[in-house]
C-alpha cells in the first residue's frame, strides 16, 4: 500500500512539476520580465508594413506591434521577417510574436497557435492595362506570380490543380511583395491576387501606373497574430489583446490611417465566431 501511495504522490509532483515549467516557459513572461516584445513584422508589404522616408519601420502591422507592446508595459522591438520565414522566426524564437497578416490554416496551425482574425484583406486581381485581363475567371490561361508560402499563391496553385494547368496557365513564386509587383511591371507575369487597400496605396504612389484592379478574387484572405503552439498564456493574453483592440475602437483608428477611409472589413465570416 505504502509503495503505491508513493507511486502516486511521485506522479502528483511530477504533474505540477510539469504545469509549473509550461508556466514559467510562456513568453508573456518572459516579455514582462524583460520589458522587450520582438515582433517578427513583414516590413515589404504596405500599407501593413513598410519602412517610411526615415526608413523606420511604419504599417498596420507595426502600429498593432506596439500598441500590444504598451499594453504589456514593454518596448517593441520590430524584426524584420520576409513572407516564407514568418513561422520560422517564431518557432526558432527569434521573435515573441508574428505580427504579419498571416492567414490561420489547420497546415499551420499545427505549428503556432492563432488568435483571431485582426485584419482581413479583401483581395483583388491586379494586372497591367495591356493584358487584356477583365476579371478574374481570365487568367485561366495566364502567367501568374505570388509570394512564396502566401494564401494567394495556395489559391492560383489550386486553380492549375483544377485545370487551369491544361489551359496555359503558369505560376511563379516571388521571394517577397516588391519583386512580384517588379515582376509584373516587366511583363514576366500578366497578373497577381493582392488586398485591395495595398492597390489602391500602389495607385496612389503612382509607382506603377501601368497596374489596374480587374475584379475581386474569390479569396478570404483573414490575418490572425501567432504564438508558439504551445503557449496557451500568451495566446489567451493575445486574444483579449485583439478582442480590446476592436471594442475600444482602435483597430477601426488603425484600419482607418493605413487603409484609408473606405468601410471597415469584417473580422469574422458569416456564421462563424472565431
Known sequence: MKT???????????????????????ALDTII??????????????????????????????????????ALGAEPEIVETPSPDRIPALVSNRIDVLIASTTPTPARALTVAFTQPYTNNVMAVVTRKDTGIAKY?????????????????????????????????????FASDAETFLALQQGKIDAIVINVAVF??????????????????????????????DDQQFLNWARVFVFTQVSNGRWAEVYHKYYGDGPLPPLTAEGINF
Open 200 to 229: 489602391n496605396s500602389l495607385s496612389q504612389s503612382g509607382q506603377f501606373p501601368e497596374f489596374v484592379m480587374a475584379g475581386l478574387a474569390p479569396l478570404a484572405d483573414f490575418g490572425s497574430i501567432a504564438v508558439k503552439r
Open 33 to 70: 520580465k524583460n520589458k522587450k516584445l520582438r515582433c517578427g513584422i513583414m516590413l515589404d508589404s504596405p500599407p501593413a508594413g513598410f519602412r517610411d522616408s526615415n526608413n523606420e519601420p511604419d504599417g498596420y502591422d507595426v502600429t498593432y506591434c506596439k500598441d500590444m507592446a504598451k
Open 137 to 173: 475567371s481570365d487568367l485561366a490561361s495566364k502567367k501568374l506570380g505570388g509570394v512564396v508560402g502566401t494564401t494567394p499563391e495556395q489559391l492560383f496553385k489550386d486553380e492549375m490543380g483544377k485545370g487551369w494547368e491544361g489551359t496555359g496557365a503558369t505560376y511563379t513564386g
Open 4 to 26: 503505491i501511495v508513493k507511486a502516486l504522490l511521485a506522479t502528483a509532483v511530477a504533474t505540477f512539476t510539469l504545469a509549473a515549467q509550461a508556466q514559467a516557459d510562456s
